[in-house]
C-alpha cells in the first residue's frame, strides 16, 4: 500500500523534488500540494487537492503524511495543524530557535511529528562515526568545520553543521552554544581548547558539503559528506514519512529512531 503525500511549500527546491518522486514512485502517492497565497496560483490544474495552507488541504487527503521544508514560522504552523487534525508531519525545515524546538516537542505529543536537520542516510551516519572519532583522537586534536550551500540559503551555520557540532561537543563533555565560533576578524588571540570552529561558505547551486577536521601534532584528518542531489534529502524524508505513518504521538521523532 502507497504512503499518501501532502508536500507543503510545493513550489521550492525542496517541494518540487518531493512532489515529482511522491507522484512517480509506486511506493507513494501524491495527495495534496500547499504553497503561500502568492505562489499557490502555480498548482492550479494538479491531479490533488491544493491550498495556501495545510490545514485546508488535511481533510481532503485521511490518512495522508504532510512533508513541510519551508521555514520555522511556516513549519511550526504545519505542526500545530496536524496537532489538531491528528495527521502525520515530516519536517526537514532548518533556523528553529531553540523555544521554536520546544514547540515542537509539545506538539508532537498530540500528533506524529518527525524533524531531522538532515535527512540523507549518510550524514546520520556521521552523527554516530564522528563521537567515536572524537574520543578516540583525544583533546589533543582541535576540531573544525566547514560547511558550503548555495547562494540562496537562509540559515547560517547551516541545520547540518549545527547538529554534526552538537554530537562533537558532546563527545567532549561540552555544550555546543559554549563553545562554538562562527566569526573570526581582527586581533582574536590564540584559539582556546574548548572550541569548535563552524564555519559557512555560500554561492552558486552548491547543494550541501559538510568537512569536519581533526587537527592534532603533527598530522590532520578531513572527514567530508557532499550531497550531490536534492534528491538524496526528498528519499529521506520520504522514507520518513512512510515510517511515521505507522507511529504514534507522544515524542518529536528523528532519523535514530527511524533506523
Not at 567532549?172 to 574548548?194: F, H, M, T, Y
Not at 526528498?234 to 514519512?241: D, E
Request: proline share 4%.
Amino acid at each position: 500500500m502507497s504512503t499518501a503525500i501532502i508536500v507543503v511549500g510545493a513550489n521550492g527546491r525542496m517541494g518540487k523534488t518531493i512532489s515529482h518522486l511522491a507522484a512517480t514512485e509506486p511506493a507513494y502517492s501524491l495527495a495534496g500540494l500547499v504553497d503561500s497565497r502568492e505562489h499557490v496560483e502555480t498548482l492550479a490544474g494538479a491531479s490533488c487537492p491544493v491550498g495556501d495552507n495545510l490545514a485546508a488541504v488535511l481533510p481532503k487527503a485521511p490518512g495522508a503524511v504532510a512533508i513541510d521544508f519551508t521555514a520555522p514560522a511556516v513549519s511550526l504552523q504545519s505542526a500545530r495543524a496536524v496537532a489538531e487534525s491528528g495527521h502525520a508531519l515530516v519536517i526537514g525545515t532548518t533556523g528553529f530557535t531553540d523555544a521554536e524546538k520546544d514547540e515542537l516537542h509539545e506538539l508532537a505529543k498530540k500528533a506524529p511529528i518527525f524533524w531531522a536537520s538532515n535527512m540523507s542516510i549518510g550524514v546520520n551516519v556521521l552523527c554516530k562515526i564522528l563521537p567515536e572519532l572524537t574520543r578516540a583522537l583525544g583533546d589533543a586534536y582541535d576540531i573544525e568545520m566547514v560547511e558550503l550551500h548555495h547562494n540562496r540559503k537562509k540559515d547560517s551555520p547551516s541545520g547540518t553543521a549545527l547538529t554534526l557540532g552538537e554530537c562533537l561537543a558532546e563527545a567532549r563533555g561540552w555544550q555546543l552554544n559554549d563553545v562554538r565560533c562562527s566569526a573570526r576578524d581582527g586581533i582574536i588571540g590564540e584559539r582556546p581548547k574548548a572550541q569548535i570552529g563552524i564555519q559557512a561558505i555560500r554561492g552558486g547551486d552548491v547543494v550541501g558539503v559538510h568537512t569536519v577536521y581533526f587537527m592534532g601534532p603533527g598530522e590532520r584528518i578531513e572527514v567530508t559528506h557532499q550531497a550531490h542531489s536534492r534528491d538524496t534529502f526528498a528519499q529521506g524524508a520520504l522514507r520518513a514519512a512512510a515510517w511515521l505513518a505507522g507511529q504514534k504521538p507522544g515524542k518529536l521523532y528523528g532519523m535514530r529512531d527511524m533506523f
